[in-house]
T-cell receptor, first 116, second 116 residues
Framework: GAVVSQHPSRVICKSGTSVKIECRSL??????MFWYRQFPKKSLMLMAT?????????EQGVEKDKFLINHASLTLSTLTVTSAHPEDSSFYIC????????????FGPGTRLTVT | QKEVEQDPGPLSVPEGAIVSLNCTYS??????FMWYRQYSRKGPELLMY????GNKEDGRFTAQVDKSSKYISLFIRDSQPSDSATYLC????????????????FGQGTILTVHP
């Protein structure tokens, strides 16, 4: 149980375009999901907390207009990188909190974004 | 000072060795302690979680928490080449009202290589 999927696993886009990444909890309902960014050989940096049916809470320094997060259902959260720039190239990982084990988070496999 | 400190290694051990991974932290509010394993270009996988102080064992893995010293450890017995990965400690606390769980704070990750 507690499986989280992400789609796509890899995406290449051109500068100035937008790209959407999906995060799904497959076997449980997740009222809270998280989006992280990870640079090579670095730890995870929390970008935002996504709560179903409400606006996401962004961490300091994360541009909310650039990284749009929508948590439209209990099993799906999306991250849209708008007006992508090569500096946005990174590994993006989502996680979901299990409702009855709230301190645990289960992570998706990650999405490798390359902006050319 | 970072809230969570973890020796990034890299750590290289022979197959069969006992591996000790450690994290220290400064926030005394942390109550929930987790260890994640992350293979290259994959999302983190939850290995162990512990609430408050004490030990927890699961197969070849043992997690220890010493809240008085603000120190947590993960021991891997009979290490295998398949254990080669980055190990991340993570911890969280309840919010001020005790009604929800806070975000995870990660260590920097320790790169472990187990060679045959």
């Amino acid at each position: 149980g507690a499986v989280v999927s992400q789609h796509p696993s890899r995406v290449i886009c051109k500068s100035g375009t937008s790209v959407k990444i999906e995060c799904r909890s497959l076997d449980f309902q997740a009222t809270t999901m998280f989006w992280y960014r990870q640079f090579p050989k670095k730890s995870l940096m929390l970008m935002a907390t996504s709560n179903e049916g409400s606006k996401a809470t962004y961490e300091q320094g994360v541009e909310k207009d650039k990284f749009l997060i929508n948590h439209a259902s209990l099993t799906l959260s999306t991250l849209t990188v708008t007006s992508a720039h090569p500096e946005d190239s990174s590994f993006y990982i989502c996680s979901a909190r299990v409702p009855d084990r709230g301190y645990e988070q289960y992570f998706g496999p990650g999405t490798r974004l390359t902006v050319t | 000072q970072k809230e969570v400190e973890q020796d990034p290694g890299p750590l290289s051990v022979p197959e069969g060795a006992i591996v000790s991974l450690n994290c220290t932290y400064s926030n005394s509010a942390f109550q929930y302690f987790m260890w994640y394993r992350q293979y290259s270009r994959k999302g983190p996988e939850l290995l162990m979680y512990t609430y408050s102080s004490g030990n927890k064992e699961d197969g070849r893995f043992t997690a220890q928490v010493d809240k008085s010293s603000k120190y947590i450890s993960l021991f891997i017995r009979d290490s295998q080449p398949s254990d080669s990965a980055t190990y991340l400690c993570a911890m969280s606390a309840r919010n001020a009202g005790g009604t929800s769980y806070g975000k995870l704070t990660f260590g920097q990750g320790t790169i472990l290589t187990v060679h045959p």
